[in-house]
């Protein structure tokens, strides 16, 4: 109800002038503090802005607010859209519409294609990062939670009039793939020469026991370090590789993406290579750069660890490698810069779960402090719960434990199959399997985006 919170706002800035004629010719502002009521017994609407008026004009709050109503009850406009205000508490009005007034704004809105919200007109792009599930790795239900939050962000942005940079900030560079290729080379050669030569289950598979050599055999560490140089360096026998790994995973994340409708550009990780010693640089120059114990690390302000020292963001480690933190630093210089080498977007949102907080707050700062952020520039992480597994604890892909989605999926179409069979028969009706299969799809999918989108956005949940 973006219009009648408006002409509310106008009328209750306009009734706190009439009220106090004299602070306000002293230059006191005014803000009404309208917001939405927070229970249903207390109206529609309330507004608090008479509370921290109490200080400046030196009286009770509830005697502002009752003389804030006098005046709005003087309005006739206000009369006719509201009834007669209530003060509550220590001096809050709360605002109850006219059931016809609010019969009438429903029925005028729904003609209209946009439903009564004004387009915000184009502006610069904003981009919402998110999904960004990692190659070689599945993708698994947190990554789903980042993927209907976010397209749901990219709708209502778009639905404004803004245009949207979807950006699938995809994990597809790192030291993992030293130790899968070099783990591929010995045990499937073939699936670094052919495509298709395994499937997205089977690299994880090969994920996994690469992870664990990793873990336990000195030589085979030696080796892959040596293929991330490589890979690095830009060896073609490794690119090519490398390039193959990816296309799998991708193939295997665009059938999700097809099945739940989502548009997404993907501009992975490895993207932002050519833009890391430029943020090394960058942070050198401006004089955050400091060398701790051989790695390049900014200290962040006001944010210290259990021994009371400030933490460090590492921007590259002592032996030249650059972090997850690094590239997330070159994308925020890269989105709000200037084309050719920029987005020029003005606000950016990534949609992770809770767990990337600190690290995105981190980032956030050294970006701040960098000089990176334009004027009027927006960073914002949109976070939510963790997705837990039956035990409480945080849903793993290394532990092997991770849900594949596609399974997840599947049942919810299966699900919603049995009970659209069930209901059927109760009617005794008789319908083609192809409608069955339609409203089976179309009913699951959409039950796993509603269950997301439902709940409060923070809260973890448990998967069982
Ligand atoms: N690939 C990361 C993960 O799976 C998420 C990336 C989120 N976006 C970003 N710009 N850091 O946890």
Request: net charge negative; aromatic share 8%; glycine share 10%.
């Amino acid at each position: 109800m973006l219009c009648i919170a408006e002409s509310l706002e106008k009328q209750l800035h306009a009734a706190m002038q009439r009220a106090f004629p004299e602070a306000a010719a002293a230059g006191q502002s005014f803000d009404p503090q309208l917001a939405p009521a927070s229970k249903p017994e207390f109206g529609d609407f309330q507004a608090n802005g008479a509370l921290p008026l109490a200080k400046p004009l030196g009286q009770p709050p509830r005697k502002i607010a009752e003389a804030v109503v006098e005046q709005l009850q003087a309005d006739p406009a206000f009369s006719e859209l509201c009834l007669e205000p209530q003060i509550a508490g220590p001096g809050f009005i709360n605002l109850t519409l006219r059931p016809e007034r609010l019969a009438a704004e429903v029925q005028s809105r729904l003609g209209d294609a946009r439903l009564g919200v004004p387009a915000a007109g184009q502006g610069a792009p904003v981009v919402v990062d998110f999904s960004s599930p990692n190659i070689a790795k599945e993708m698994h239900v947190g990554h789903l939670r980042s993927t209907i939050i976010g397209d749901s962000l990219a709708r209502v942005l778009e639905f404004r009039g803004h245009p949207v940079l979807r950006l699938n900030h995809v994990g597809d560079w790192g030291t993992q793939f030293g130790m899968l290729i070099t783990h591929l080379k010995q045990v499937a050669p073939e699936a670094l020469e052919t495509a298709d030569a395994v499937d997205l289950g089977d690299l994880v598979a090969f994920y996994r026991e690469a992870k664990k050599r990793f873990d336990e055999d000195e030589a085979f560490q030696t080796t892959s370090r040596e293929e991330v140089v490589k890979l690095q360096g830009g060896d073609p026998v490794s690119l090519k590789a490398w390039g193959l790994l990816c296309d799998q995973s991708r193939r295997e994340f665009q059938k999700i993406y097809d099945r739940l409708d989502i548009r997404l550009s993907e501009r992975g990780e490895s993207f932002y290579n050519p833009y890391l010693p430029g943020v090394v640089q960058d942070l050198e120059t401006s004089g955050l750069l400091v060398v701790d114990d051989g790695a390049r690390c900014v200290f962040l302000e006001g944010v210290s660890g259990k021994d009371g020292k400030p933490l460090p963001v590492i921007v590259q480690k002592s032996d030249g490698g650059f972090n997850y933190a690094t590239t997330d630093l070159a994308a925020i210089r890269y989105r709000f810069g200037d084309s050719p080498d920029g987005d020029g977007a003005r606000r950016v949102v990534y949609v992770t779960d809770a767990g990337q907080a600190n690290h995105f707050a981190g980032v956030f700062q050294v970006a701040r402090r960098a000089g990176w952020l334009p004027e009027g520039a927006r960073l914002e992480h949109v976070p939510f719960g963790l997705v837990q597994g039956e035990d409480g604890k945080k849903l793993k892909t290394r532990a092997g434990d991770t849900v594949r989605l596609r399974d997840l999926l599947d049942e919810a179409v299966e699900r919603a199959e049995a009970d659209l069979r069930r209901r059927l028969q109760e009617e005794g009706r008789q319908e083609e399997e192809s409608f069955i299969a339609h409203v089976a799809t179309t009913v699951g999918l959409a039950a796993v985006k509603y269950a997301d989108l439902s709940q409060n956005r923070i809260t973890n949940y448990q998967f069982s």
